[in-house]
């Protein structure tokens, strides 16, 4: 069970959904519209041992990484859950297409490292069955007494990506088959130690999220 001074702290992660990289402008086969997607509604509230707790709010980003966040994406949002056994997982995930004319999903490390963390990155690891292909990157940030174990990872176009490089090869290949070139980023963490069974609760709970979401929501966060 985690105390409250714990929830606290859990929550300034916050949304750190800022960074910047560019789509090509290149000429490019017409391709089809990306289709409206509304991840706060549709994205399960209550599912499995999790339920959403409206009453853990996530700190607010400043400003500066408000006006960040609205041009890298059209969509971004974050959410607490809370186990039946009171363990804590926060959500985030964003959304982007090149229709806007920037598709802006950076890697979340970069966003713990800018607010002061120490960030250790980690193998892939599968999730549960039936899950299992998708390989989330595994993260462990850490900033005095906080110790944030996370599992993260993006898909473009309904395949997962890589980050930099890979994400910029996947958005093109993309582009020329004439296929939306809409991103999601999906971000899970919880608090405690870089141990196997805090990877364990954020794998079985993005697991659960995925069993519980629509077929398209499913298909177009994890592949």
Not at 64 to 74: G, I
Not at 168 to 197: H, K, Y
């Amino acid at each position: 069970m985690i105390d409250s001074v714990s929830r606290r702290a859990f929550l300034g992660s916050g949304l750190c959904l800022a960074g910047a990289a560019a789509s090509a402008a290149l000429p490019r086969p017409e391709s089809r519209p990306v289709p409206p997607v509304d991840l706060a509604g549709e994205t399960p509230s209550r599912f499995a041992r999790w339920r959403a707790d409206a009453a853990i709010r996530p700190v607010l980003p400043d400003d500066n990484e408000k006006r960040a966040v609205a041009r890298a994406y059209d969509q971004s949002f974050s959410r607490v859950y809370v186990r039946d056994d009171g363990r804590l997982a926060m959500l985030v995930i964003a959304h982007g297409d090149t229709e806007t004319g920037m598709l802006a999903i950076h890697r979340p490390a970069t966003c713990y490292t800018a607010q002061g963390f120490t960030v250790s990155p980690g193998a892939s690891v599968a999730l549960p069955a039936p899950y299992q292909a998708l390989r989330p990157e595994r993260l462990f940030a850490a900033r005095g007494e906080r110790q944030e174990p996370i599992l993260t990872w993006m898909t473009i176009a309904d395949r997962q990506s890589g980050f930099g490089l890979a994400q910029n090869l996947a958005t093109l290949s993309a582009t020329w088959r004439g296929v939306p070139a809409e991103g999601f980023l999906v971000r899970a963490s919880t608090l405690g130690a870089d141990s196997a069974p805090n990877y364990a609760l954020l794998g079985q709970f993005l697991a659960d999220l995925l069993a519980a979401s629509s077929p398209d929501l499913r298909r177009r966060l994890g592949g």
